[in-house]
């Protein structure tokens, strides 16, 4: 099946610091979103993203489907944003999401 | 426009009880679909449901679990015989295109 990597595991900024947050994923795929996933375990859209790019506030996002990448963009950061990014996939039309393993940043003040 | 809804959001309950969690939708939204997800690891999907039928399953659903939408609208997750392994946060998620969009979760705890 469809492997989903995500880097890196783990990330500790200071606040106000920008970061990168990369998925990769092993085939092609019908959707890809990006969510982050608060204290409480709710899972919070950020971006439904197959291909292109977007952008929602401080947040962006890159997907390069013919590379099989993408991208979340956090620009100066907040401790808000402290929680779990997780990318999923939908391999095909299948209607299932696969996700990967998440990154867990902790941003501090 | 509420958001997708699940209850119980906790439930504890001793081995070999039988416990059920019910989802309700986006309004309007066709597709409904159940993951889990345990302690450090990603959601994992268990099955979907377009209107009332049950498209999906992974191998994930022992014969333990049983998931029904009877009239295309709620839905609920029944685990039968409940085993420690089966302690996890339980997601519920919609979607009337691609984009899917989660409940809260119900968190299981099997002592």
């Known amino acids: ?109 | 426009d509420t958001g997708v809804s699940q209850d119980p959001r906790h439930k504890i309950t001793k081995r070999g009880q039988n416990v059920t969690f019910r989802c309700d939708p986006i309004s309007e939204h066709n597709r409904l679909y159940w993951y889990r997800q345990t302690l450090g690891q990603g959601p994992e999907f268990l099955t979907y449901f377009q209107n009332e039928a049950q498209l999906e399953k992974s191998r994930l659903l022992s014969d333990r679990f049983s998931a029904e939408r009877p009239k295309g609208s709620f839905s609920t997750l029944e685990i039968q015989r409940t085993e420690q392994g089966d302690s996890a946060m339980y997601l519920c998620a919609s979607s009337f295109g691609p984009e899917q969009f989660f409940g809260p979760g119900t968190r299981l705890t099997v002592l």
Not at chain 1, 64 to 92: H, K, N, W
């Open chain 1, 1 to 109: 099946g469809i492997q989903v990597e995500q880097s890196p595991p783990d990330l500790i900024l200071q606040e106000g610091a920008n970061s990168t947050l990369r998925c990769n994923f092993s085939d092609s795929v019908n959707n890809l979103q990006w969510f982050h996933q608060n204290p409480w375990g709710q899972l919070i859209n950020l971006f439904y993203i197959p291909s292109g790019t977007k952008q929602n506030g401080r947040l962006s996002a890159t997907t390069v489907a013919t590379e099989r990448y993408s991208l979340l963009y956090i620009s100066s950061s907040q401790t808000t944003d402290s929680g779990v990014y997780f990318c999923a996939v939908e391999p095909g039309n299948t209607g299932k999401l696969i996700f990967g393993q998440g990154t867990t940043l902790q941003v501090k003040p």
